[in-house]
């Protein structure tokens, strides 16, 4: 079946300019994360959604970050006025169900801010 | 809290040798899943393992093989006979059960050449 796909593969943008990015998790999962991967390093926790439960918000790292998620389904990475340090590629992972299932990744968007 | 260190930033091998990969983690909860995933070059993070912390047992999946021992915080990553596929930046991780966030290790880049 399909994986998660996120959309678009890669951003360029420039300073303070907002960009949105999609995730389209796996039909079916519940559970949909997002992380932040800068180059060389390993992937660090933005946000999480569990069905109609509040989003986990704890790991934005500040509030030019945002996300939603409509339906259940289809989720929205916002990142407001970037800065050059937002640059990475952002992950974006579904599972099953919340509590410590094995997460799926889609292919990330590579976001650039010059 | 959580955190996971996989102290090999870079590991060469020569195809057909062995090779393990380390993971030590740390977490207060009694109560926690282990995972490793495979990041090819291609970008997109492959999941390959999830144990939970009551179970001790080895696991073998082919050339794959995994150490767990909880008496060192340890979960070791095997790989038989390494190929030149496996090339790739290995993650471990860790999650606490009730704990939405996902501790990533830096990684471990593993290059098996010819």
């Known amino acids: 079946g399909a994986g998660v796909s996120q959309s678009p593969s890669n951003k360029v943008t420039e300073k303070g300019k907002d960009v949105e990015l999609r995730c389209d998790p796996i039909s079916g999962h519940t559970a949909l994360y997002w992380y932040r991967q800068s180059l060389g390093q390993g992937l660090e926790f933005l946000i999480y959604?569990?069905?109609?439960?509040?989003?986990?918000k704890s790991g934005l790292p500040s509030d030019r970050f945002s996300a939603e998620r409509t339906g259940g389904s289809v989720s929205t990475l916002t990142i407001q006025r970037t800065q050059q340090e937002d640059s990475a590629v952002y992950l974006c992972a579904s599972s099953l169900t919340g509590g410590a299932r094995e997460q799926y990744f889609g292919p990330g968007t590579r976001l650039t801010v010059t | 809290a959580q955190k996971v260190t996989q102290a090999q930033t870079e590991i060469s091998v020569v195809e057909k040798e062995d090779v393990t990969l380390d993971c030590v983690y740390e977490?207060?909860?009694?109560?926690?899943?282990l995972f490793w995933y495979k990041q090819p070059p291609s970008g997109e993070l492959v999941f390959l393992i999830r144990r939970n912390s009551f179970d001790e047992q080895n696991e073998i999946s082919g050339r794959y093989s995994w150490n767990f021992q909880k008496s060192t915080s340890s979960f070791n990553f095997t790989i038989t006979a390494s190929q030149v596929v496996d090339s790739a930046v290995y993650f471990c991780a860790l999650s606490e059960y009730n704990n939405n966030d996902m501790r990533f290790g830096a990684g471990t880049r593993l290059t098996v050449k010819p």
């Open positions: 959604f569990q069905g109609n439960s509040a989003p986990d």
């Open positions: 977490t207060r909860d009694t109560t926690y899943y």
